[in-house]
């Protein structure tokens, strides 16, 4: 019987559970998260990186795009360097018609080397999943899985793209997920303004690209 993922949440949300992790926890802890469209792999990357920056540090991007399964798995069974704190593994790039079949090999190697990852790969490892891949993942790593800290699954709103904020990346002093900020919203440069105008256009069309 075919296993559903569950309702969607918000990105917003999804990066304060992502925060609390890194907050609460230190080496190797697994997060899934489905559905994730391009900008929002490369907005969690950018934001991991700012969180971790404190401790000198930055989230390293792992892209299927980039060579064969064998090799991206190779990279994750290895301790990483020094200066990462965190590795998001994503399929930015990959064409459609190869993401499946891509990502049933990687779960599947990833499951195979599953002891090995968890015993070098001593940083948070978030896997950018496609939409609808949960059973795939129950399916072909379930030993992996088990090691599991997070998952979710972005909300898509039927008419566009998810909505990606800015989000603090400083914990509130006693807080788990940080508070909005306050005060009045930055009024930009006329030299910033003149670049924000087409791309406030594009985004008002529904062209998120």
Not at 98 to 125: C, F, K, M, S
Request: with cysteine; net charge negative; proline share 11%.
């Amino acid at each position: 019987m075919p296993v559903n993922e569950p309702e969607g949440t918000g990105f917003e949300e999804i990066w304060h559970r992502v925060w609390a992790e890194f907050s609460l926890q230190d080496g190797f802890w697994l997060a899934a998260i489905f559905g994730t469209e391009p900008f929002e792999a490369n907005e969690l990357a950018s934001r991991a990186t700012a969180l971790l920056r404190r401790r000198a540090l930055h989230a390293q991007e792992v892209s299927l795009r980039d060579g064969p399964v064998g090799q991206v798995v190779d990279a994750l069974v290895q301790a990483p360097p020094p200066s990462v704190g965190a590795t998001l593994v994503t399929d930015v790039g990959l064409p459609t018609a190869d993401r499946d079949l891509t990502w049933r090999q990687l779960l599947r190697r990833l499951n195979e080397r599953r002891d090995a990852i968890v015993g070098r790969h001593r940083v948070p490892l978030i896997l950018l999943c496609p939409a609808g891949s949960l059973p795939l993942v129950r399916e072909e790593a379930p030993d992996l899985w088990a090691f599991r800290t997070l998952t979710a699954t972005v909300a898509r709103r039927p008419t566009g793209p998810a909505t990606v904020g800015p989000a603090s990346v400083e914990p509130a002093e006693g807080a788990l997920i940080p508070p909005p900020a306050a005060g009045q919203p930055a009024r930009p440069s006329p030299e910033i303004a003149a670049l924000l105008r087409p791309l406030a256009a594009a985004l008002a069309r529904g062209d998120a690209d």
